[in-house]
């Protein structure tokens, strides 16, 4: 007897040839209507506001198993770029302190509990926001706390993210002494005409000088964002911000398609006229294209459907066992983790969150219990994001868990995305070609929604 689908009752009911790619054009171009994101978790439900205390104390006396990261957010972004819709608190000198001291409290809080004292971290994050906009005795603070009161595994990947903007040698260099062992930067392009459009105040030849010298420190994995789409970038000035990128010493650099979301500033500016659209989606796959191509003659090696490394130095570890479903322990403003299979995000509002870590509690913002039992669904995930699925192995864990239509279906589905050009397979493995790892996101989300629905109703 097939398992009862779990779809939700107002989404609309998949069907195997639903998830089919157009074929007879170019599938960098038209293979779906638009690339979509993948939501973390599936089948979630909320806790409750009166449980989520107890939920946590349950949680926090949990150990972790298996692979786990620590996110750490700095809430504070000096100016609103156009293209961020992410924006949350305007930066000022006096947050550096007091926000260092909460981030600290909250760390040393929770050091004996076994969900934070138990087990090896084996990458950490500061993301925002801005973590560079801090001063940098306080982000050596904040660093020298995570390594007193976090298990670091000896070879812990810790990134700092941020921007040249106000950061500078003497800063990076407290990082590297403080134990940080990567900077990931947002540079997004090097034309100083785009850049001073989407709100970057750092001119491209100063970007290029700044990475120059924070390579020459050789203190650890210097890595960048570009990004692809803007309103009036074209090919020629996406080449030459890749070509900068491959020849400037870094050890990894992130191709990203602009995300235009609906309440950022470059999309209300494009709504009113006052700049012109972004390129067309049938065009994006090509600037996908183009940055590999780049890449790849100057022998850089792919790890990612949208990252690449020059050097062994850069791992880009914690992104990948975010994907792959790994435990994450969250502190700080608005951050978001996950232990066992609950999701939960603290509070964002900064005056509450630091009245919460002054009195001494876990400030927390909402909570969500996801579907328990199907860790290959992470696996399929962390798969995908490197750019290869084995089939045979989904196939048998779909009939494991009796998901019984799709374990039967899923071959069908491959077989068409073979033909449409997003993928070959050989001995088991699917491997996805340039269009397809351009695709992956929309191809992986695909999947997972047609499998949730077919998830057995026990499971839900």
Known sequence: MSPTPTAHADAPVLRVQDLFAQTGGDPLSNAFSRKVAIHPRMSARPVAPDAMASTWEAMSKTPRSGKSVAYLHIPFCENHCLFCGFYQNPWRTEHSRSYADAIIRELEAGKDDPAQAEGP?????????????????????????????????????????????????????????????????GVQTFDTKLRRRMGRKVSGDEAMAFLSDLTALDQGAIVIDLIFGFPGQGREIWARDVETAANLGLDGVDLYALNLLPNSPLALSIAKGKMEPQPAQSEMGHYYRLGHEVLAGQGWQSISTSHWRRTTRERNLYNLLVK??????????????????????????????LEAVSAGRKPHGFMMHSLNGFDFLNELKAQMEVGMLHVARLQDALACHRFETPADQIRPLFDQWQESGLLEQSNGWARLTTAGRFWQTTMTQNLLNWIQQHAPARAA
């Open 324 to 353: 792959s479903g790994a435990n994450c322990l969250a502190f700080g403003a608005g951050a978001g983790g996950f232990l066992g299979n609950v999701s939960y995000r603290l509070e964002s509002r900064l005056n509450v969150y």
């Open 121 to 185: 971290i084996h990458a950490v994050y500061f993301g925002g926001g801005t973590p560079t906009a801090l001063d940098g005795a306080d982000l050596a603070r904040i660093l020298r706390a995570v390594r007193e009161n976090l298990p670091l595994a000896p070879d812990c990947e810790i990134t700092v993210e941020g921007r040249i903007y106000s950061f500078g040698l003497d800063k990076a260099k407290a990082c590297f002494d403080a134990g940080a062992n990567r900077i990931s930067l």
